[in-house]
Each structure stands twice: as structure tokens, then as C-alpha cells.
């Protein structure tokens, strides 16, 4: 089993043991006490959302981002279109839809957000075949082009 494999089924059973706590914390991150007032409700989207943290590598990713080198330079092209596949498979604890069923993030922008990898998303082929993004793609990069371009 790869070392990041392994990686994140540790920290996903760690963070398992704090499933209990989810709503607070939840409630604490997106300055929102509806996420207590629904406290079963929102471990139940907590589960969910471990299990979409587990199914994309979201701990490796977010631990080892910078130390894998890309394969070959790559730039990334295109633009959201709010399908709502990034957010950890559609289970992010945060995923909201708009009554039009465009994917919007109840943290957007917040500092907490800022820190995780939601913000950089896509930076790669990797990233768009992850979450099978429908809206960007990788071109080769151009000598001396910027490897990546930030959606
Ligand atoms: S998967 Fe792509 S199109 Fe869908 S929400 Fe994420 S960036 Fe936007």
C-alpha cells in the first residue's frame, strides 16, 4: 500500500474519532449555528464528507502539495461551471446549490477556506481527472509559460 494511501486512512480514522464534535466545529468554521440547531443532520453530511475526503486523497494531497513534481510543464485552461464535482465528490459538508443548480461554497473566500485546496483547484491533469471536471483542461505548457493558470 503507498505511504499516502495509508496517510490518509490514518488522519480519515482520526477524524472519524471527532465525527461527534462535526456540528461544532462545522458551526465554528462557517461562523453558522444552523450546523448545531441540525446537529444529526450534520454528522450525517460529516460522514459524507470524510468519505468524499478519503475518496480523493484530500489529506495526501493537501500534506504532499508541492512535493510532487509535475510529470511535464502543464497550463490550465477553461472556466467553472459550478458542477459541483471538486467539492469532494459533492459531499463537502460546506456544498450548497443555488435554485438555478449551480454548486456554490458556504465558506467561499473565508480564511479557513484560503488555507485548503479548494482555492488552487484545478492545478493539473490530475486534479481534472480526479473529480472528472468538466469545464478545464491541461494544455502543454509553453517554454518558459507559466506552468499553470489559476481558474
Ligand atoms: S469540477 Fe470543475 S466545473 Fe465542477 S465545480 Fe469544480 S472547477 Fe467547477
Given at each position: 500500500?503507498?505511504?499516502?494511501?495509508?496517510?490518509?486512512?490514518?488522519?480519515?480514522?482520526?477524524?472519524?474519532?471527532?465525527?461527534?464534535?462535526?456540528?461544532?466545529?462545522?458551526?465554528?468554521?462557517?461562523?453558522?449555528?444552523?450546523?448545531?440547531?441540525?446537529?444529526?443532520?450534520?454528522?450525517?453530511?460529516?460522514?459524507?464528507?470524510?468519505?468524499?475526503?478519503?475518496?480523493?486523497?484530500?489529506?495526501?494531497?493537501?500534506?504532499?502539495?508541492?512535493?510532487?513534481?509535475?510529470?511535464?510543464?502543464?497550463?490550465?485552461?477553461?472556466?467553472?461551471?459550478?458542477?459541483?464535482?471538486?467539492?469532494?465528490?459533492?459531499?463537502?459538508i460546506y456544498?450548497?446549490?443555488?435554485?438555478?443548480?449551480?454548486?456554490?461554497?458556504?465558506?467561499?473566500?473565508?480564511?479557513?477556506?484560503?488555507?485548503?485546496?479548494?482555492?488552487?483547484?484545478?492545478?493539473?491533469?490530475?486534479?481534472?481527472?480526479?473529480?472528472?471536471?468538466?469545464?478545464f483542461s491541461?494544455?502543454?505548457?509553453?517554454e518558459g509559460?507559466?506552468?499553470?493558470?489559476?481558474?
Amino acid at each position: 500500500m503507498k505511504p499516502a494511501v495509508i496517510l490518509d486512512w490514518l488522519l480519515a480514522g482520526f477524524m472519524g474519532l471527532l465525527l461527534p464534535f462535526s456540528s461544532f466545529v462545522a458551526s465554528a468554521i462557517a461562523s453558522d449555528p444552523s450546523y448545531i440547531r441540525h446537529c444529526f443532520k450534520t454528522t450525517a453530511k460529516a460522514a459524507g464528507h470524510l468519505h468524499g475526503q478519503v475518496k480523493s486523497r484530500a489529506f495526501s494531497r493537501y500534506l504532499l502539495y508541492g512535493s510532487v513534481a509535475p510529470t511535464k510543464p502543464e497550463k490550465v485552461v477553461g472556466q467553472c461551471t459550478h458542477c459541483g464535482n471538486c467539492c469532494l465528490h459533492r459531499s463537502c459538508i460546506y456544498l450548497d446549490w443555488s435554485t438555478s443548480g449551480e454548486s456554490r461554497c458556504l465558506i467561499y473566500s473565508q480564511p479557513f477556506w484560503k488555507k485548503l485546496a479548494c482555492g488552487r483547484y484545478p492545478e493539473n491533469r490530475r486534479d481534472i481527472d480526479l473529480y472528472a471536471c468538466p469545464s478545464f483542461s491541461s494544455e502543454a505548457a509553453k517554454e518558459g509559460a507559466p506552468e499553470s493558470t489559476s481558474p
